[in-house]
């Protein structure tokens, strides 16, 4: 099979997840169910990936080698869809529902991500280190199993929303319980007690109106008499001021007025409010917004231009450059260095330099990376240097695919993150991962490894050029404007100091002559 026909095969999947990935976010939007549809859709994917172990028992009993590898092959593309369906959209779910848990702190995805990385190295490693004890191949399908079991047992009994203040009990959240009790209350029920008792309950109500946080719920009756709540006493016939003032106080600080601010906002809040109603609540009014659909177009280009490097990688670099087998399994290792350290760091990057920094940072590394490709000795020296320029690829990997995701939630309304994750993980690894494979495999079978990294080289200055377009200053628009802006100004200067201008116009009386009557 050639690489063409190869590549083909292996890039119907990123284009299959491309619709799955969407459609499994908008239904969790939809729903607001995450966690289940992260069960139910990764149960369905592990169940796939299993079942590729009995192939093997379904077509040995055919004895024409053609109608068995057949039939084999569309069993494995069979399982494939299904993967890619159900599995790849779990991905940008558990990225949507790790941004909900950390809520105002989005600049932290980074070091939630970086176990990812951690986990995706061990797991590397623990699958080669079984796989060559038991000499077993289906050890892979066994390790897979085990950890999506576990997968999902996490997924279902994690809230993948925003941490609330407790209460200490720790089991009722404040906003659902009700305000502390009047002084007025303990009086009503016990009016047979002694003044200093009563003068006590008031002190200790006092208390806990001037802390506003700490109340037992254990106290609070479920029937309650409404003028006792609020703390009136209809059989005693005087109130003293002082404790008509600190219900005033406490009417004042509770939740009623607040909910009345809610229905009927005063000014500072509507105008915070306002803009908020142009806010898209579909997922065609967002993609409809330029700079929201530019974006998804710079990850998509982003997506094909690192996936045609990812998949070419280790076949240039046995066959151009003569790597040994070790060196070739050291791209992992030395990559994940870097792009744990980078993730690690990201929140502290991202208040640093910014979102936008980081994402033009990505682009700027991949094109000086690649190009090093083209320029490098073909022999063993040259494979040695490639596995150095491999430890930009963590860089620009976290510092791209980090800070995306956190600029897609924030481009998204709240009833669209999830959609939003869902467009970046279909555009970045669905569409742009299988153009990357197409056109990849076709340049590097028809003009060789060399143009095939130009083209890699062509389309990231092109996603650079959009993304500079569209959220910075500095794109090439904005240059020709400052050439021509600089040009006009540099020009006046130059004809002011040479005396060549305008003549000026006189602007006072008439000059009168002496023949003038």
Known sequence: MSITSLLTTLSSAPFI?????????????????????????????TVA????????????????????????????????????????????????GVLKILGRSKDQYGRQRMFGSIAFGVASSLVGFITDWTNDMNAIFYIYASS???????????????????????????????????????????????????LDSRTNSRDNIRNNSRFDNRNHQ???????????DLESSQIRQNEIQRLIQFATESSIIEAVNLS???????????????????????LRQPHVSLFFLTMMLMGASLNMVISFLFIY???ELGASSSQVGLTGL???????????????????????SLVILGHVLTIIRVFAYTILPRNSTGASIALGLHLLNGIAFSA????????????????????????LAAMYAGIGAGLGSLMGGFIYEQYGCNSMFYSVIFLTCISLELYLETNTECGISDFIRWIYSTSIVIYKWIQQTRGIGPVPRWRGNRIRLENDE
């Open 148 to 198: 999506s079991i576990f997968f999902i047992l996490i997924t279902g009994n994690t809230q993948f929303k925003s941490e609330r203040i407790e209460i200490d009990d720790g089991k009722h959240p404040t906003s659902l319980q009700r305000p502390p009790l009047s002084p007025f209350r303990s009086r009503s029920r016990s009016n047979n007690s002694s003044p200093r008792k009563r």
């Open 222 to 232: 479920v029937n309650y008499d409404p003028y006792e709540e609020v703390g009136i």
């Open 400 to 423: 791209l695919w980090g800070a995306g995701v956190v600029q897609a939630d924030e481009l998204a309304p709240p009833s669209l993150q999830a959609t939003s994750q869902g467009i």
């Open 334 to 356: 030395i990559g994940s260095s870097t792009e744990l350290i980078f993730f690690f760091y990201s929140k502290d990057l991202i208040r640093l330099f910014g979102i936008k």
């Open 264 to 286: 009927n906002p005063p000014l500072h809040r509507r105008r915070s409010i306002r803009p908020n109603a142009n806010e898209p609540s579909t997922l065609w009014e967002l």
């Open 317 to 319: 670099l046995k066959t």
């Open 49 to 96: 990936i299993v079942s590729v172990m009995g192939i093997p028992v379904v077509v040995q009993h055919i004895k024409e080698e053609s109608e068995r590898n057949k039939l084999t092959v569309t069993l494995v593309t069979i399982t494939s869809v299904c993967f890619a369906f159900f599995g790849i959209p779990v991905l940008p779910l558990v990225d949507g």
């Open 17 to 45: 997840s491309a619709i799955a990935c969407p459609l499994w976010a908008a239904i969790a939007d939809k729903t607001k169910t995450h966690r289940y549809i992260m069960c139910v859709i990764h149960t369905l994917a």
